[in-house]
């Protein structure tokens, strides 16, 4: 497929002070999704991330520590959050790799379990951009997702949030109704496609361990110092104007004994509002498309 619309003229500029109102149930503020991370990492292949830097600076295959860095999220991180979330009766969005649904079944499985609400993460973790058959990758990680849990995904994030001139019609073409890959606002905007309908639904490089934890590599403490912050901002500003705010983990990071406090603490700040709804990325959709038929 070749595209014909050009990135810019798909979400045309519009500023958050001068649009149709966006507004939330309850007269709430700000709207806040949780969005868990599941994803294959093939030990055969060049890790996604890396922790280690390769001895004297050659890349090695396999790379074992880095890919067991990862693989320890799986195995415990992951079960740190689902007793965190759980605890505080919050229903995550679960981003996952279409192939992670068999390489990780009890974690998936307790996420189902948990109600979180599935959304596509790719098929294998490498960039949109490397995948030789987007429609094919998309309709896969669909068809497994589907077959999991008994409906389709409604939401898309892609591996990286990378996408090429054609991901969001091939995604649109497929029924993906929502990404979260377009993260340039604080509210639902619309996106145009050569394919059907689809909302980009606010998501963050900010708020986000891969960017605080893996890229950044800040102290253990900054997932909560800097999203206390972003929810203060938004809560101040969300009282003319409705926000969202995503807040965006990975097993291996924010999983990790030293950092889970904090996103325990961030989560029980943000309760302690009122005015405040925590959603998953398909409740916050639904929520605009009521006022934008």
Request: glycine share 6%.
């Amino acid at each position: 497929m070749t595209s014909l619309t050009p990135i810019r003229d798909r979400i045309p500029y519009a500023s958050i002070i001068k649009r149709k109102p966006f507004i939330l149930p309850k007269k709430a503020r700000v709207a806040v999704w949780i969005i868990v991370n599941v994803e294959n990492w093939s030990p055969a292949l060049a890790m996604p991330r890396t922790v280690l830097s390769p001895p004297m600076g050659q890349p090695l295959s396999p790379d074992v520590p880095n890919w067991a860095w990862h693989e320890y999220g799986m195995r415990v991180g992951f079960w740190r959050f689902l007793e965190a979330l759980e605890s505080r009766k919050i229903k995550a969005t679960f981003a996952v790799n279409g192939s992670a649904l068999t390489v990780y079944p009890e974690a998936c499985e307790a996420a189902r379990e948990a109600g979180w609400d599935f959304m596509g993460h790719g098929f294998e973790q490498k960039p949109m951009h490397k995948v030789e058959d987007q429609a094919e990758a998309i309709a896969k990680t669909i068809a497994a997702i589907t077959e999991f849990t008994g409906k389709p995904p409604r939401g898309w994030e892609s591996p990286g949030i990378t996408e090429t001139e054609t991901t969001v019609d091939l995604l649109a073409a497929a029924g993906i109704e929502y990404v979260a890959d377009w993260v340039l606002d604080d509210q639902p905007v619309s996106i145009k496609t050569e394919t059907g309908k689809i909302v980009s639904v606010p998501y963050s490089v900010e708020i986000n361990d891969v960017v605080i934890s893996a890229v950044q590599q800040h102290r253990s403490d900054e997932i909560f110092q800097r999203g206390k912050d972003q929810f203060d901002r938004l809560y101040l500003e969300g009282e003319k104007i409705p926000r969202v705010m995503a807040i965006s983990i990975h097993p291996y990071l924010t999983g990790a004994p030293h950092r889970i406090k904090y996103l325990e603490a961030l989560l029980d700040y943000i309760q302690a509002h009122n005015e405040v709804l925590i959603c998953t990325g398909a409740e916050i959709l639904d929520i605009y498309l009521v006022q934008n038929n």
